[in-house]
């Protein structure tokens, strides 16, 4: 859900007026306006005190610009605290999935990009793993995409209960999510994936009363000393998710080389 950034009433209005009118105008309009109520509060205070030297002159046109000042920083400081609640929103959906809360894709593979660089440069450990829901299209089409949506927030929560502060999990696009593992050895990233199919199987949702299963099927990818790019390590992931699918999905697979033999596998 979008927070709403709440707008001072008299904003929209006044920003308005300003576009129709164009800066230059704006700005010499604003002066005369100013000019005008310094003068009219000035008369207005001389008149109702019935004198008019010089000191009390000074008194008025000091009234006049604290008053003036007063509603001005008033006007300001709405205008910065709504500016500021407007770059944090905007700072947050740039880089958030609105629907999950999740890193969203782009600021996903900013933050591995640079991760996966210091585990080549420093020869550490580091997996990546891709997460699909299995027959997610069949259903939205038989309990609507409102069900959908919700079962995609459940699956992102469940899926990051049990990582680490470290590890980065997104929604990587439609029912897909990746999760990079820093500091991460295959053993170790198989065991990840396990638990979060294991948690996601054992989920006990249902929409409107009726019971909907629900399992996840999983690609593990981790890096080696011949992977050039990071795309390397995706494309792994990716084809172990493929293999995942093909074996009947609700189960967990790995690209070749990650343990012995051609593949390794975890199966329900």
């Known amino acids: 859900m979008h927070e709403p950034l709440d707008l001072p009433a008299w904003l929209p209005p006044l920003r308005s007026a300003l576009r129709r009118l164009g800066p230059r105008p704006a700005h010499w309009l604003f002066c005369a306006f100013i000019t005008l109520v310094c003068v009219a509060l000035s008369q207005l205070v001389v008149s109702l005190l019935g004198r008019g030297d010089r000191p009390t002159a000074a008194l008025i046109a000091a009234l006049c610009g604290l008053s003036l000042a007063a509603v001005l920083s008033t006007c300001v400081l709405a205008l910065l605290a709504h500016l500021d609640r407007a770059l944090r929103f905007t700072a947050r959906y740039a880089t958030r999935d609105s629907l999950t809360g999740l890193c969203n894709r782009r600021q996903f593979l900013s933050l591995v990009e640079r991760e996966w660089s210091l585990a080549r440069r420093y020869q550490t450990p580091c997996a990546l793993v891709l997460i699909d829901i299995d ?7 038989a309990f609507g995409h409102a069900c959908g949506d919700m079962l995609l927030r459940q699956v992102a929560e469940v899926s990051g209960e049990t990582l680490r502060q470290a590890d980065v999990l997104c929604r990587y696009g439609g029912e ?43 690609g593990v990818a981790v890096l080696k000393s011949g992977h050039v790019g990071l795309d390397d390590l995706l494309n792994e992931a990716d084809e172990a998710l ?27």
Request: hydrophobic share 45%; glycine share 8%; aromatic share 8%.
């Open 135 to 141: 027959h997610f299209k069949r259903i939205n089409e």
């Open 176 to 218: 897909e999510f990746m999760l990079f593992l820093p500091h991460t050895d295959p053993l170790g990233a198989l065991d990840v994936a396990e638990r979060i199919r294991e948690r996601v199987l054992a989920m006990d949702f249902a929409w409107n009363g009726h019971p909907v299963p629900v399992s996840v099927s999983i």
């Open 242 to 268: 493929h293999l995942a699918k093909a074996e009947g999905r609700n189960c967990v697979r790995a690209g070749p080389g990650l343990l012995p033999g051609t593949f390794s596998a975890l199966q329900a």
